[in-house]
């Protein structure tokens, strides 16, 4: 398939027709926000599907009954995503959300509101690693070629919503205050307990020790693999191919160090560092 019946473009940015379109992306604009909902946001590939799992067992105190029995995809749904206006009268308040969208196209009624952010940033080496082999597994998606290939449409702009500079930065700069919260990918491998502590204290939840310790350990990295309801192994295999590359792939930080030339990550890091400016002195990892 060509890129234009694989994608489609909204307000500038690559979505793949497989899981958006047209309607899905007004619905999203309508979507009416509670004041008791939480949405998880991230730019693809930066801990999407680990949210998915910890944002409900957070809100429901650690009943693992969801994790064991819905799809991952229907218990925190995308919000501009097809499956959305199927699920969303099932979903219980307070209603787990994900989505990759800049913060200027969500819904007028999520400013209106009081909901709840969660920011997950992610090294972006590591991002562009793991979404080079999302591309080679994902039949919806175009082949992203050799590497280096796939960093230079990665640093234009020419990936799945857009360059990651603006991505976060539209983030960083909100007026949200007390709303949003800010975690890193690399944080919640490094102490998940303590992550979970941060996401129940910020979302009021006061969970007891016992049920931290609960979800860190079916929200591991280990336990998420190996269920079906979690690795999407239910999506048939033309559109994710666990041949060609394993969804839940390895789950690590630093994995970047194997792919990138000295060459490489040179220009990458130029490209980004011009990109964001002063935003790049405080962002928690190093660019080199």
């Not at 969208?101 to 991002?127: C, E, G, Q, W």
Request: charged share 25%.
């Amino acid at each position: 398939m060509s890129s234009k019946e694989m994608y489609l473009l909204h307000h500038g940015l690559k979505l793949p027709k497989e899981t958006h379109d047209l309607e899905s992306l007004k619905f999203a604009q309508e979507f009416t926000f509670k004041n008791e909902d939480v949405v998880a946001v991230t730019y693809p590939k930066s801990g999407t599907i680990w949210m998915q799992e910890i944002l409900p067992l957070v809100l429901n105190g650690g009943d693992l009954t969801l994790i064991h029995t819905v799809p991952n995809w229907d218990r925190a749904p995308w919000l501009e995503e097809k499956r959305l206006a199927e699920v969303v009268d099932q979903l219980k308040s307070p209603r787990a959300l994900v989505s990759h969208f800049p913060y200027h196209l969500m819904p007028p009624s999520f400013h209106t509101s009081k909901a709840k952010v969660i920011y997950v940033m992610r090294n972006p080496k590591d991002i562009i690693v793991s979404s080079y082999y999302f591309h080679q597994m994902a039949g919806f998606l175009e082949d992203p070629g050799t590497f280096d290939e796939f960093m230079d449409k990665f640093l234009e702009g020419r990936v799945l919503f857009g360059k990651w500079t603006d991505h976060v930065k539209s983030w960083r700069h909100t007026e949200l205050g007390d709303r949003i919260m800010y975690i890193t990918y690399e944080e919640m491998c490094q102490d998940l307990p303590a992550a979970l502590r941060r996401i129940s204290e910020f979302l009021g939840r006061h969970l007891s020790e016992e049920s931290i310790q609960k979800i860190a350990e079916h929200c591991s990295f280990k336990n998420m693999k190996a269920n079906n309801m979690s690795n999407f192994s239910l999506v048939p295999k033309k559109y994710m191919d666990p041949d060609k590359s394993s969804f839940f792939r390895k789950g690590v930080v630093g994995d970047w160090k194997n792919h990138f030339s000295s060459e490489s990550l040179a220009k990458f890091t130029s490209v980004l560092r011009k990109e964001l400016g002063s935003e790049s002195v405080s962002l928690p990892w190093s660019l080199d």
